[in-house]
């Protein structure tokens, strides 16, 4: 619930510690919406290194489990204990007036830390978006934006990664580079929750089909 | 926390007319007063300090309904509710250069709107410091609305009905501290009182603003 918010403060040292721990673990969790169960009771453990590819069709509840699980939504039975996240949704949370570059910054500022100016543009420059680092997000293309919200991911201190469809409006190269992002994060001990239409291109995977409710009392 | 309120800043530099707007529409509306009621320009007139602030409570209510709107449609919103280390201080920097953008900036107009208002040099100061205490409570207040209607495609209507009744402590103190300044008289027992409102919306907007936030977020 919202007034036990998952532990914000967890940085990668401190999951490495952990290394049996699960990063994420739900017990019969429901999402709802509209006091409308979404699916069928979810039993879920993450554990470091995991990569979980979240499918369902259009409407089965897998945005509103990334939501549940992230703390912005509310409306749901059963329980999830989490560390702290990156999460990703439909909105990709950078600021339109600012350069990629400064959104790292923010995001930084955000969570009490300096930014690592050599790092953020390092990432950048693997991204493809050296050039547009000091361009305010509004001049960038869709695609050119999806690949500067995940800089901050890479950037981020926190091992779980909370990912709501990234592919959308990636190019081949830039899918295939996520792609591989995705495996060498899970490989360095991450882990990541991708809700996705695409089949992830990642050695080590597992598939949790949402299924949508049966029983729905319409 | 430097990190933070450079970008509220560089934000606010690169939308300039948030901030210009709402300033030219209380000139121009203070013009408008002068012209349409010269009386209003008699010291010994009650009118003056009341339409001032008003006018001031208006003008702030222009700026208030973009506060939060970008960080909510882009989604950053969701992200400080998600990452931020201490919501407090990312909410108060918002807050803060909101009012550098309102407040402050119609403090430092204070010598023109007098000018327009015919109010005699030697009380510009008094009326600045009234000003100075008594602004941050406007926005600090308003943002509780603005987190509150954030999540209304047309929130402005609704914006200023929560709202406007939460800036009647302000209007009275405020007005009375003006009025006390123009009649020559000691203006200390209302600013006392004026910055007591804005010292208690300093501890508790911030708070509220945050669930107001959370609210809004979770409704989508």
């Given at each position: 619930m919202l007034d036990n918010p998952p532990s914000q403060t967890y940085n990668a040292d401190q999951a490495a510690a952990h290394d049996n721990e699960p990063l994420l673990r739900t017990s019969t969790l429901v999402c709802q919406r509209d006091h409308q169960d979404?699916?069928?009771?979810?039993?879920l453990t993450v554990m470091p290194g995991d990569c979980l590819e979240l499918l369902g069709p259009n409407g089965s509840g897998k945005s509103t489990l990334l939501r549940t699980l992230a703390g912005l939504h509310s409306q749901f039975s059963g329980e999830y204990k989490s560390v702290g996240l990156v999460y990703q949704g439909h909105r990709l949370g950078l600021d339109e007036l600012l350069s990629p570059l400064e959104n790292l910054a923010w995001f930084s500022g955000l969570q009490d830390q300096a930014l690592d100016r050599s790092e953020a543009l390092r990432l950048l420059a693997r991204l493809g978006l050296l050039e547009q680092a000091h361009t305010p997000c509004q001049?960038?293309?869709?695609?050119?934006?999806?690949?500067?919200?995940?800089?901050?991911?890479?950037m981020a201190p926190q091992s779980l990664w909370l990912l709501d469809e990234p592919f959308n409006a990636l190019d081949v190269q830039s899918q295939q580079l996520l792609n591989e992002l995705l495996s060498e994060h899970c490989a360095g001990g991450?882990?990541?929750?991708?809700?996705?239409?695409?089949?992830?291109?990642?050695?080590?995977?597992?598939?949790?089909?949402?299924?949508p409710q049966s029983g729905s009392d319409l | 926390m430097k990190g933070l309120l450079q970008r509220e800043l560089v934000a606010t530099l690169r939308t300039r007319g948030s901030v210009i707007n709402p300033l030219g529409f209380l000139l121009l509306s203070i013009l408008l007063f002068a012209i349409a009621d010269p009386g209003v320009r008699d010291e010994q007139s009650k009118d003056l300090s009341s339409v001032f602030w008003v006018l001031i409570l208006l003008t702030n209510m222009l700026s208030l309904d973009a506060m939060f709107r970008r960080d909510f449609d882009s989604g950053a919103l969701e992200q400080m509710l998600i990452s931020a280390h201490m919501p407090f201080v990312a909410i108060l920097a918002r807050i803060?250069?909101?009012?550098l953008g309102s407040g402050l900036l119609i403090t430092l107009?204070?010598?023109?709107?007098?000018?327009?208002?015919?109010?005699?040099?030697?009380?510009?100061l008094p009326i600045m410091l009234v000003l100075l205490v008594g602004t941050p409570a406007l926005s600090l207040l308003g943002s509780i609305g603005a987190a509150l209607t954030v999540g209304f495609s047309r929130g402005g209507a609704i914006l200023a009905l929560l709202i406007l009744p939460l800036f009647l402590p302000v209007l009275i103190f405020g007005n009375a501290s003006v009025a006390a300044v123009v009649?020559?008289?000691?203006?200390?027992a209302p600013l006392v009182w004026l910055a007591l409102c804005s010292s208690v919306a300093l501890t508790l907007a911030p708070w509220a603003t945050w669930a107001a936030l959370k609210i809004s977020v979770e409704m989508q």
């Amino acid at each position: 619930m919202l007034d036990n918010p998952p532990s914000q403060t967890y940085n990668a040292d401190q999951a490495a510690a952990h290394d049996n721990e699960p990063l994420l673990r739900t017990s019969t969790l429901v999402c709802q919406r509209d006091h409308q169960d979404l699916f069928e009771p979810l039993d879920l453990t993450v554990m470091p290194g995991d990569c979980l590819e979240l499918l369902g069709p259009n409407g089965s509840g897998k945005s509103t489990l990334l939501r549940t699980l992230a703390g912005l939504h509310s409306q749901f039975s059963g329980e999830y204990k989490s560390v702290g996240l990156v999460y990703q949704g439909h909105r990709l949370g950078l600021d339109e007036l600012l350069s990629p570059l400064e959104n790292l910054a923010w995001f930084s500022g955000l969570q009490d830390q300096a930014l690592d100016r050599s790092e953020a543009l390092r990432l950048l420059a693997r991204l493809g978006l050296l050039e547009q680092a000091h361009t305010p997000c509004q001049r960038l293309s869709a695609g050119q934006q999806r690949r500067a919200a995940i800089a901050r991911w890479l950037m981020a201190p926190q091992s779980l990664w909370l990912l709501d469809e990234p592919f959308n409006a990636l190019d081949v190269q830039s899918q295939q580079l996520l792609n591989e992002l995705l495996s060498e994060h899970c490989a360095g001990g991450g882990a990541v929750i991708c809700a996705t239409h695409l089949i992830l291109q990642v050695a080590e995977k597992t598939t949790v089909q949402l299924q949508p409710q049966s029983g729905s009392d319409l | 926390m430097k990190g933070l309120l450079q970008r509220e800043l560089v934000a606010t530099l690169r939308t300039r007319g948030s901030v210009i707007n709402p300033l030219g529409f209380l000139l121009l509306s203070i013009l408008l007063f002068a012209i349409a009621d010269p009386g209003v320009r008699d010291e010994q007139s009650k009118d003056l300090s009341s339409v001032f602030w008003v006018l001031i409570l208006l003008t702030n209510m222009l700026s208030l309904d973009a506060m939060f709107r970008r960080d909510f449609d882009s989604g950053a919103l969701e992200q400080m509710l998600i990452s931020a280390h201490m919501p407090f201080v990312a909410i108060l920097a918002r807050i803060f250069v909101h009012w550098l953008g309102s407040g402050l900036l119609i403090t430092l107009f204070v010598p023109l709107l007098g000018l327009l208002l015919g109010l005699r040099p030697e009380m510009f100061l008094p009326i600045m410091l009234v000003l100075l205490v008594g602004t941050p409570a406007l926005s600090l207040l308003g943002s509780i609305g603005a987190a509150l209607t954030v999540g209304f495609s047309r929130g402005g209507a609704i914006l200023a009905l929560l709202i406007l009744p939460l800036f009647l402590p302000v209007l009275i103190f405020g007005n009375a501290s003006v009025a006390a300044v123009v009649s020559g008289q000691a203006y200390t027992a209302p600013l006392v009182w004026l910055a007591l409102c804005s010292s208690v919306a300093l501890t508790l907007a911030p708070w509220a603003t945050w669930a107001a936030l959370k609210i809004s977020v979770e409704m989508q």
